[in-house]
C-alpha cells in the first residue's frame, strides 16, 4: 500500500504494476490496511485523475499519442502541477510538445507510473493542487 498520509476529499493510489492501478476513494480515504473492494476503483486504462476527478473519455490510448491536444485538455483542470506516469518506464513527448509546455511555463512532469503515483500521493496529501496523467501503454 502507497498512502501514508490521510487525503480528504481526493483520489489517491493504493497500489499499481505495469497493466493497472487501484485508486482509494475520495470518501474513504483513510490510512488502512482493511479496505474493501467498494472502497477502491481500479483503473487499466489511460486515466486524468484530479481531486474527486476521474477522467478516461478522449484521452490518447497509449503515451505515443501525446500531443499538444492532449496538454490543452489537461489544461481545463485547475491544477498547479501536472505528473505524467509514462507506463512501465520514464519517457518523453516530442521536442515540439515539450517546447509547447515550456512556452506556456506549465508546470508537467514526466516519469513512470509508479513515480507518478507516488509523487500524487505526496502532493494530495499537502493539498497541493495535483493532477496526474496515467498511462499503461
Same mark, same amino acid.
Given at each position: 500500500?502507497?498512502?501514508?498520509?490521510? $487525503?480528504?476529499?481526493?483520489?489517491?493510489?493504493? @497500489?499499481?504494476?505495469?497493466? /493497472?492501478?487501484?485508486?482509494?476513494?475520495?470518501? @474513504?480515504? =483513510?490510512?488502512?490496511? @482493511?479496505?474493501?473492494?467498494?472502497?477502491?476503483?481500479? $483503473? =487499466? /486504462? =489511460?486515466?486524468?485523475?484530479? #481531486?474527486?476527478?476521474?477522467? =478516461? #473519455?478522449?484521452?490518447?490510448?497509449?503515451?505515443?499519442?501525446?500531443?499538444? *491536444?492532449?496538454?490543452?485538455?489537461?489544461?481545463?483542470?485547475d491544477?498547479?502541477?501536472?505528473?505524467?506516469g509514462?507506463g512501465?518506464? %520514464?519517457?518523453?513527448p516530442?521536442?515540439?510538445?515539450?517546447?509547447?509546455? +515550456?512556452? *506556456?511555463?506549465?508546470?508537467?512532469?514526466?516519469?513512470?507510473?509508479?513515480?507518478? /503515483?507516488?509523487?500524487?500521493?505526496?502532493? +494530495? %496529501?499537502? /493539498?497541493?493542487?495535483?493532477? +496526474?496523467?496515467?498511462?499503461?501503454?
Amino acid at each position: 500500500m502507497l498512502q501514508l498520509e490521510n $487525503i480528504e476529499n481526493a483520489y489517491s493510489f493504493h @497500489s499499481y504494476d505495469d497493466h /493497472s492501478a487501484k485508486l482509494i476513494k475520495p470518501d @474513504s480515504n =483513510t490510512h488502512s490496511h @482493511s479496505l474493501k473492494d467498494n472502497q477502491l476503483l481500479e $483503473i =487499466t /486504462s =489511460t486515466t486524468l485523475i484530479y #481531486k474527486e476527478l476521474i477522467m =478516461t #473519455k478522449d484521452l490518447p490510448s497509449s503515451f505515443d499519442e501525446f500531443d499538444e *491536444n492532449c496538454v490543452k485538455e489537461l489544461l481545463k483542470q485547475d491544477a498547479d502541477i501536472f505528473l505524467i506516469g509514462t507506463g512501465q518506464n %520514464s519517457r518523453f513527448p516530442d521536442k515540439s510538445v515539450l517546447q509547447y509546455i +515550456a512556452k *506556456n511555463k506549465l508546470s508537467m512532469d514526466f516519469m513512470n507510473t509508479g513515480a507518478a /503515483s507516488r509523487t500524487f500521493n505526496i502532493l +494530495a %496529501s499537502e /493539498s497541493r493542487k495535483v493532477a +496526474a496523467l496515467i498511462f499503461f501503454k
